[in-house]
């Protein structure tokens, strides 16, 4: 009872700081993350362990999982999408739960390891509330990093068990399983194994040799991990062409570590990452001799007989920059953005941080009780007050681009081609159409050309949109979407053998490609070929499980057979899952034409 109230807590907590964020929109990344027509079906959530191997289709597996081998991430996307579909409000009830039980979970490990309650409790409501987390319900596609933060934890104090010899073949296999998962979410969990040592360094006073060795299975596990991404996927070949001075590289992290610690004293400019131009010159050596400094600090605390809490504070939060060392280099842009640091990467090492500030907090109360109260009510309601604000930024993509872009230092330009597709995708026209003229006074691409011409399709310039797709082809003539998009103003223009024609190439191209198929089905349906539309419309079923464009198609051809029997089970089953206002409409003008219509009942 005693921890569901503390669970109940801190949900309470976090839905006072994140409630006015619930009913925000997608961001960013959320977009293509839900693109991809494989997360209709449950069937294919298997492919979510597929990578891009040099010779499969890339299709296949899930986007960009030829360099970022995450198939965690696309699992609970896919679950949550055929949960919650397109609105956000559920998936932002979900990250809101799930980082509840982040800091439950802190809870549960501070106390375990500490036998601290109040410790336990006050490190868990700071962690909860810190502006630093507003990612993990203001971010759709966050879930990934509250399941591998919860899975790191629970992963250490089985081990912990193990090494205590309680059920230690069972404690092991769950510590292995934990810590298998939190990889399979994201690369730097590769930091499991240096916890793990220092764990049994710290609390069961063994030396480093010894904590090696109990150790070991975890590091047989990273050892496979590693070999798997550098072997399989193109990390490796990512990582062999960044080259740069390693001086320059130390001092430049040394900033980026001291950047991330800063945001923990004064949360200011909270955003998706920040970045870190390269040190030149007399920074190479002041930011070099700073690290240095600080690692002789901890050394300094490391030779002290006494392992206090402060060592561990300092240890547990610098072991986590480990794999950000090798995190930090951007695979994009190298040169502009320097290194780059997203805050989710050190949400465990941060854990360190709000260790300590509870263990300050505590000796303060204990020689100044009402003053201590007073202040820490005070920083609570000041961190909610700063988190609410900062779900209002994260709430509005246009502002919270420009919000984002003034925290990289040197200023980045203006990404015209994303501010244009923002636009395009928000209906506004004007706005969309003027950031369009900006991208294309330099090169475009294919993606530039195929939505400047669904930008044309929508104000009903067919021609300039033909135009405008077959100029995106001859630049990538693998590009479906543009097939796709040719073929519609073929079909608007009533030259129905040309699209035809283009929607078969966009289906050979991309064989999920659900928009073809349907525009195939279409076009049957005009021609009286009714077989046909039903054979596209059987192949759609078979990738997106009742897509209601695909059931009344289906309703439609069938009727045309007068197979009333298969009308009757596809205008079910459209009754049962159909949520589009227009396509149920459309299905009742249709019955109401039709004249055997003695199986629809007054519902």
């Known amino acids: 009872m005693k921890l569901l109230l503390v669970f109940g807590v801190l949900c309470g907590f976090c839905f006072m700081a994140y409630s006015n964020g619930l009913h925000n929109a997608f961001m960013w990344d959320d977009g293509p993350a839900f693109s991809d027509i494989k997360l209709k079906n ?36 896919l679950l949550s999408y055929l949960a919650f579909g397109k609105n956000p409000f559920g998936y932002h009830v979900l990250n809101l739960l799930l980082f509840a039980l982040m800091g439950f979970s802190v809870y549960i490990f501070i106390d375990f390891f500490f036998k601290n309650k109040s410790l336990a409790f006050i490190t868990s ?23 591998r933060f919860i899975c790191m934890l629970i992963s250490l104090i089985f081990f912990m068990k193990a090494i205590e010899g309680a059920h230690q073949l069972i404690s092991y296999g769950v510590s292995l ?25 710290y609390f069961k006073k063994r030396g480093l040799k010894e904590a090696a060795i109990k150790s070991l299975p975890y590091w047989s ?25 390693p001086f ?34 007399l920074d190479v050596v002041i930011w070099t001799a700073g690290l240095l400094t600080v690692l002789a600090g901890w050394w300094l605390l490391a030779k002290s007989r006494d392992r206090n809490i402060i060592f561990f504070c300092a240890t547990w939060l610098l072991t986590g920059f480990i794999p950000v060392f090798w995190a930090a280099y951007p695979p994009y842009d190298k040169i502009y953005y320097g290194l780059i640091i997203e805050p989710q990467w050190l949400t465990f090492a941060s854990l360190g941080f709000f260790l ?21 009510l005070s920083l609570l309601v000041l961190l909610i007050v700063v988190v609410r604000r900062d779900n209002a930024i994260w709430g509005d993509e246009y502002n919270y681009y420009f919000y984002w872009s003034q925290q990289i230092k040197p200023l980045p330009p203006v990404n015209y081609a994303y501010l244009a597709d923002l636009f395009l995708r928000k209906k506004e026209y004007i706005q969309a159409r003027y950031y369009f003229s900006k991208t294309l006074k330099k090169r475009p691409d294919a993606s530039d050309l195929n939505n400047l011409g669904l930008l044309d399709e929508k104000e009903g310039l067919w021609d300039k949109a033909r135009e405008e797709f077959l100029l995106s082809i001859r630049t990538d003539p693998a590009f479906s979407s543009a097939y796709n998009n040719l073929g519609v103003v073929y079909f608007k223009q009533g030259n129905y053998p040309s699209a035809k024609e283009v929607f078969l190439k966009t289906v050979t191209l991309n064989k999920y490609s659900i928009e073809a198929r349907s525009n195939l089905g279409l076009i049957c349906l005009l021609q009286a070929d009714d077989k046909g539309a039903i054979r596209y419309y059987q192949e759609i079923l078979n990738i997106v499980p009742y897509d209601e464009d695909s059931l009344l198609g289906l309703v439609q051809a069938y009727a045309g057979l007068k197979e009333l029997e298969n009308m009757e089970k596809y205008v079910r089953l459209l009754a049962a899952h159909g949520k589009d206002p227009e396509i149920l409409a459309a299905l009742k003008k249709f019955l109401a034409a039709h004249p055997r219509n003695r199986f629809i009942n007054g519902k």
């Open 42 to 77: 449950l069937k294919f959530l298997p492919n979510a362990f597929f990578y891009g191997a040099p010779h499969s289709n890339p299709l296949d597996s899930f986007v960009n999982s030829d360099r970022y081998y995450r198939p965690m991430t696309y699992v609970i996307t």
């Open 125 to 147: 409501l700071l962690f909860a509330l810190h502006p630093i987390n507003v990612f993990y319900v203001d971010y759709i596609t966050s879930p990934i990093h509250s399941l």
């Open 177 to 201: 399983v934990c810590f298998i998962a939190a990889l399979l979410c994201h690369e730097t969990s590769v930091v499991l194994p240096f916890y793990g040592m220092f764990m049994v360094y």
């Open 221 to 245: 596990v990273l050892l496979l991990y590693l070999f798997f991404r550098f072997q399989f996927t193109g990390l490796g070949h990512a990582m062999a062409s960044n080259h740069v001075n």
């Open 248 to 281: 320059h590289y130390m001092a430049t992290f040394s900033k980026i570590i001291f950047l991330y610690v800063s945001k923990l004293f004064f949360p200011q400019g909270i955003v998706f990452f920040w970045n870190s131009p390269w040190m030149r010159g």
């Open 356 to 376: 300590f500030a509870a263990f300050l907090g505590l000796k303060i109360y204990a020689r100044w009780r009402k003053g201590a109260v007073l202040l820490f």
